[in-house]
Every structure is written in structure tokens, then in C-alpha cells.
């Protein structure tokens, strides 16, 4: 029996709750335990000295109102607990955004990568064979910003022409809607 354990037992033994064999177990390890045999007469002493105090009677309606008061207090928040899935949730999603994130900035900066990677002895070869395609991603990347660019810019400029054509169609409709309302 661990100390720990023993000090659990002694208040049960002292209020008479222990079965025989803990009974037994706890004054085995007492004898034994030289700090335990201390707490033991300490709490035998203790008990003795409340058996030794007059009995007091409690007024009528005592318990009652002592446990209104106990009901009234707030009770305190506990810790939100989530399940083994909702962890292992959090431990995927938190993977992924770390993932993610790694990933958007070894793309951002693939030409420093790239080019660490190839003075590298270590991967020198590989990054080498990876420089061609990687300068023909940032090409292609380049032109595709240019079409996005002209797209952007001539979808501006027919909004820019119809302007005037969409306020005043809007103004009509609106003219419209006004004057079927006051017909009604």
C-alpha cells in the first residue's frame, strides 16, 4: 500500500467505513510507515478530542437554510472537455493550416529555396534538375498576370462605357416603380 493511499483510508477507517481487509491493510502498512503511523495518531487523537465535546442540537430549520445559501452560491465554471474526435480535429486542422502555410511560402520564395537547395552538397543534384521547371512556372506565372491585367483593364474600360446607359435605365426603372405606387 502506497502512503498515499493509506492517508485516503484513515478518515474512512475512522468513520467506520473500511471493510476487514482494507481494515487490515491500512494497520499493516501503519506499522510499518513511520510517517503514516504519526498521521494515524494524529487523526485517532483528533477524533478522540471531538468525541470528548458535548453534543450540541441543531435549531429547527438549520439544515434547510444552510443548504438554500449553498444552492444560492454560483457554481464554477468547469472547463469546456472535448472529445478524443473533436481533438484529433483540431490536431488535422492545425496540421493542415501549418501545411498550408509552409506551402504558401515555399512558393513565394522558390527561387531562394531553389537555389539554397542547389548549393547544398547534399541536395545540390535534385534542385538543379528542379531550376528549369521552376523558371518556367515563374514565366508562366508572369504571363498569366499580364492576361489578368488586359482582361481586368477592357472589363473596366465596357464598364466604363456603359455607365451612363446603366444610371439611366436604373433612373427609368425607378421612375416607373415611383409612379406605379402612387397610382395605387
Known amino acids: 500500500?502506497?502512503?498515499?493511499?493509506?492517508?485516503?483510508?484513515?478518515?474512512?477507517?475512522?468513520?467506520?467505513?473500511?471493510t476487514e481487509a482494507q481494515a487490515e491493510a491500512?494497520?499493516?502498512?501503519?506499522?510499518?510507515?513511520?510517517?503514516?503511523?504519526?498521521?494515524?495518531?494524529?487523526?485517532?487523537q483528533m477524533m478522540e478530542s471531538f468525541?470528548?465535546?458535548?453534543?450540541?442540537?441543531?435549531?429547527?430549520?438549520?439544515?434547510?437554510?444552510?443548504?438554500?445559501?449553498?444552492?444560492?452560491?454560483?457554481a464554477p465554471q468547469r472547463a469546456v472537455r472535448y472529445s478524443k474526435k473533436d481533438r484529433l480535429k483540431f490536431w488535422f486542422g492545425g496540421a493542415f493550416a501549418l501545411l498550408f502555410g509552409l506551402g504558401a511560402w515555399l512558393v513565394s520564395n522558390q527561387e531562394q529555396v531553389l537555389t539554397y537547395l542547389a548549393n547544398n552538397e547534399a541536395t545540390g543534384q535534385y534542385a538543379k534538375a528542379l531550376l528549369p521547371v521552376a523558371q518556367m512556372m515563374h514565366s508562366q506565372r508572369n504571363e498569366l498576370l499580364v492576361v489578368i491585367e488586359q482582361v481586368?483593364?477592357?472589363?473596366?474600360?465596357?464598364?466604363?462605357?456603359?455607365?451612363g446607359p446603366l444610371l439611366l435605365a436604373i433612373l427609368g426603372l425607378c421612375v416607373v416603380q415611383v409612379m406605379r405606387l402612387r397610382r395605387k
Not at 1 to 18: F, I, N, P, S, V
Not at 152 to 163: E, H, P
Request: charged share 20%; aromatic share 6%; glycine share 2%.
Open 51 to 74: 468525541a470528548a465535546l458535548p453534543q450540541v442540537v441543531a435549531p429547527e430549520g438549520l439544515e434547510e437554510a444552510v443548504m438554500l445559501q449553498i444552492q444560492a452560491i454560483p
Open 1 to 18: 500500500m502506497t502512503c498515499e493511499k493509506a492517508e485516503q483510508w484513515m478518515m474512512r477507517y475512522m468513520d467506520g467505513t473500511l
Open 26 to 44: 491500512l494497520a499493516d502498512h501503519v506499522e510499518t510507515c513511520k510517517q503514516c503511523k504519526e498521521a494515524f495518531l494524529a487523526y485517532d
Open 152 to 163: 481586368l483593364m477592357r472589363a473596366d474600360a465596357i464598364l466604363t462605357a456603359l455607365a
